[in-house]
């Protein structure tokens, strides 16, 4: 069996018809859906790209693997799916985005050469890379916002599109009184990208993916990782106009969450983002231009299908629809990201499964507390393998496609680390305080900031919306002190013993105690009866030879 892993990027959970959105209709999403299982309550290990997806690829959580923000490296050596399932017998390919960043100084260290298999794959966050392109080509005073090039630019060249930076121009861009009128700013977010539509980055991504499958022998696992519908906000004809200002839903925010606001959301609330989402007319002109970018990669995920479809691929590949994170798109007052309101934690995860283990449920939900480090886990049984449970962090989805009901988690984690916002500075100390924990169990939301803040509590039974922080007042004491027990038992987790397997230290414990048992043998004496059970066999003699080296406990 073959996995096609695709990743859409700022993805939020409920912009999909199959997840009850009343204007936007996705029915390749649904389609999949239909032949899968639509995880509704799937978390994000980070609200930002990089540290996010640096979990979904390793299976672990932000604080064990250390990228814990953009631009932070994955340490050289730390195991990722492609590490996995390469020992399965799986290849592991890259087409788009991973926003990794490689350890350079840790690879040279090692003396691993960047262009040799193995440094290549340590630089690419352990794929083997079809094409690695991560969608973000501005410019600054600093350069490329990437230090990589971009084969999407070099493709736009090759199509005529001129200048230096095609994608900021052209792929990103509208048009104004003859000048660019860049995607960056909000105000041109209902403006047609000045680009033919296949040629903007979405399609061009999934003829990527079309070529890599039909030169493919499996079985292989494929990441296609889309950069839209992240901003810029701009889309090309026909999905720049298909939806208006009367399908951009009413902000859910309350004016309660201005009042006596946490110290660490009231700074995200004052940044440049979310005062803009703040604006009616910035979300009148933001929204319908996300809607359009999810419409084209609907659109483009059934071209995707279709392919499959006709190969003959479907009947034999595992289908994956995720993302690495939401977008508040002005909720909760936010623009952007990284807190942990549902619109920005809370992610859309469809699994669709071939086999005949799977039938039973074929177009259903579950309402499992489910992470994204799962995917990891998932796949490597999936692949036929078990999973390592001392390295992987995740819990194989398998049990619930085939429609059991394992013994589950009680709660989800997910962290984010702000120690280079700007207004860090304003609020701690030392940036290793810099540290916010989100433990959710299906009902209670807690958020802990470290540097000696308050908590954040929700109780989304009684308050979905997450107006409401309960910390505010007294009264849920009780309630804190619980949640608070998950985050500890969570950080008392063995996370770092990723060489040796229980299975390991078992075989070891033993051939420990026999060693440890032996003196009391040597002089011929009957075991001692509170040994027997741990030595695992008889009390009885054993009788040396005179000559015996008893030296050695070997």
């Avoid at 994955?74 to 926003?99: F, N, P, S, Y």
């Avoid at 004016?255 to 946490?262: G, I, M, S, V």
């Avoid at 279709?306 to 595992?318: I, S, V």
């Avoid at 308050?454 to 910390?471: N, S, W």
Wanted: glycine letters at 10%.
């Amino acid at each position: 069996m073959n996995i096609l892993f695709i990743m859409y990027d700022q993805l939020r959970f409920d912009y999909l018809s199959c997840a009850g959105h009343p204007h936007l209709h996705t029915p390749n999403f649904d389609r999949v859906a239909a032949r899968g299982v639509r995880f509704t309550n799937a978390y994000c290990q980070s609200p930002i790209c990089g540290s996010s997806r640096m979990s979904f690829y390793t299976g672990r959580y932000a604080s064990s693997h250390g990228a814990q923000w953009n631009g932070y490296p994955l340490r050289v050596g730390e195991m990722t799916m492609g590490d996995h399932l390469r020992k399965l017998g799986m290849a592991c390919w890259l087409i788009g985005k991973t926003h990794m960043r490689a350890d350079k100084e840790g690879m040279a260290r090692l003396g691993l050469d960047p262009d040799s298999m193995i440094g290549a794959r340590q630089s690419e966050c352990g794929f083997d890379a079809w094409t690695r392109d991560d969608g973000l080509w501005g410019q600054g005073p600093d350069g490329f916002y990437d230090e990589n090039r971009s084969p999407y630019n070099e493709y736009l060249k090759s199509k005529g599109y001129a200048g230096e930076n095609p994608w900021a121009d052209y792929a990103n861009a509208g048009v104004e009184n003859g000048e660019i009128a860049s995607g960056w700013m909000f105000r041109n977010a209902d403006k047609p990208a000045n680009i033919r539509e296949q040629d903007s980055e979405t399609p061009w991504l999934t003829r990527q993916a079309i070529g890599f499958i039909d030169q493919a022998s499996g079985p292989w696992c494929a990441h296609v990782s889309y950069i839209k519908p992240h901003w810029p906000y701009i889309v090309p004809a026909p999905y720049h106009d298909m939806f208006g200002p009367n399908h951009v839903p009413a902000p859910t925010r309350h004016d309660c969450e201005l009042d006596d606001t946490h110290p660490v959301f009231k700074a995200f609330l004052e940044g440049k983002i979310s005062t803009a989402f703040q604006r009616d007319d910035v979300r009148a002109k933001v929204i319908p231009a996300y809607m359009g970018l999810i419409k084209q990669c609907d659109d483009q995920l059934g071209v995707l299908l279709d392919h499959l479809e006709a190969t003959g691929r479907m009947a034999d590949t595992m289908i994956v629809l995720t993302s690495d994170h939401g977008d508040y798109l002005g909720d909760h007052w936010m623009g952007e990201k990284d807190l942990f309101h549902d619109p920005s934690v809370k992610i859309p995860l469809i699994v669709s499964d071939p086999r005949a283990g799977a039938d039973a449920t074929r177009g259903t939900t579950c309402d499992a507390l489910v992470e994204a480090i799962d995917l990891a886990a998932t796949f490597v049984e999936a692949a036929g393998g078990e999973v390592p449970r001392h390295i992987i962090e995740g819990r194989s989805l398998m049990p619930w496609l085939r429609g059991e009901t394992p013994d589950w988690r009680e709660y989800v984690i997910s962290e984010y680390d702000y120690a280079v916002r700007p207004f860090a500075a304003d609020l701690v100390t030392s940036t290793k305080d810099a540290r916010l924990f989100m433990a959710f169990d299906g009902r209670w939301k807690m958020i802990h900031a470290e540097g000696g803040f308050r908590p954040m509590l929700f109780d989304l039974q009684t308050d979905p919306e997450e107006f409401h922080d309960l910390a505010k007042t007294g009264g849920h004491e009780d309630r804190i002190a619980q949640m608070y027990g998950h985050l500890r038992d969570w950080g008392l987790r063995m996370s770092q013993r990723v060489t040796r397997s229980d299975a390991d230290l078992e075989a070891m414990r033993g051939k420990s105690l026999r060693r440890g048992i032996l003196p009391f043998l040597f002089d011929g004496s009957e075991v001692p009866p509170e040994l027997t059970e741990t030595y695992r066999g008889p009390a009885r003699q054993i009788h040396l030879p005179p000559d015996a080296d008893t030296g050695s406990h070997d």
